[in-house]
Structure formats: C-alpha cells, structure tokens
C-alpha cells in the first residue's frame, strides 16, 4: 500500500506565503508555475502565488467568463472631457425656482441644447454672474 504525500491545506500554504523571504517566494514560484519566478518584489509574488494556488484547488475560470473579461479589456475606455468629467455625467441644480440640468459631453458641457466650454461657463449662464462651476453645483 503505498503512502500518499498529504497536500497541506490550502488556507495553511497560502498563509505561509506572507512569511516567506524572497528566494523562497521564488522558490514556491518554480514549483507552482514551473519557470523561474518574474524580477519582482515579494508582494507581486505573494498575490499572484495566492492566485494560482488557489485557482489550481479550486478550478480556474469558466470560458464563458475569460471571453467576457477579455471584451471588457478590449472596450476603450471612456475619457474625460477637457473639464475633467466623464460624458453623460448630469449635474443638477435649482436656481431661484427653476431646475436646471447640465450634461458633460465629449466637448464640454450641454445646457438646454447650448454647448459651454467649461461647467463654469454653464453655471454662469444660469446665474448671470461668475460662478465656479463646481462650486454652484455641489461638486467641490
């Protein structure tokens, strides 16, 4: 009958990783991935030994939901605009009675369908006078 070697167990091992000095991170890196471990630091190598450990216990992700990962890396990201703020960001606010809804676009800022270079710009066009937009509307 032959003696089986006992896996220690997984909460245990990975414990052990935040205690380990750099050559033997490096150490567990070529047993778990089989290659010398990256020239990195021991955090990046404790997290991504955590990783790996675990996803080779428990089973790594579905196909399904690498494939959506991967299109959600490949989606552009959205930029800002030159005010600092986000397209489709709505700003809000009541100005002696009325409310008054200002939406960041690509170029700027839109205000009942006239564009503004800046949320200050809006704000002052509400208001008459000078104004932080950011300010006026709560944001700052």
Same mark, same amino acid.
């Given at each position: 009958?032959? =003696?089986?070697?006992?896996?220690? %167990? =997984? $909460?245990? $091992? =990975?414990?052990?990783?935040? #205690?380990?000095?750099? /050559? ?7 047993? #778990? ?5 990256? /020239? ?23 196909? +399904? ?8 890396? *490949? ?9 600092? !703020? =986000?397209?489709?960001?709505? &700003? ?5 009675? *009325?409310?008054? !809804? ?6 700027? &800022? +839109?205000? %009942? ?18 104004? *932080?937009? @950011? @300010? &006026?509307?709560?944001?700052?």
């Amino acid at each position: 009958m032959a =003696i089986e070697k006992k896996q220690p %167990n =997984i $909460r245990m $091992r =990975i414990a052990r990783l935040q #205690v380990m000095e750099l /050559d033997e991170l490096q150490a567990e890196w070529r047993e #778990v991935y089989g290659k010398p471990a990256p /020239d990195c630091g021991r955090i990046f190598l404790r997290r991504q030994l955590a990783f790996r450990i675990q996803e080779l216990h428990y089973g790594g992700l579905c196909r +399904e939901t690498q494939k959506g990962l991967v299109e959600i890396g *490949n989606t552009p990201k959205v930029r800002p605009n030159p005010g600092g !703020v =986000i397209p489709g960001t709505r &700003f809000e606010r009541e100005w002696k009675g *009325n409310l008054y !809804v200002v939406t960041a676009t690509v170029e700027g &800022f +839109e205000l %009942n369908g006239q564009n503004y270079k800046s949320l200050s710009g809006a704000a002052s066009a509400i208001t008459g006078t000078q104004w *932080n937009g @950011k @300010k &006026f509307f709560g944001v700052k």
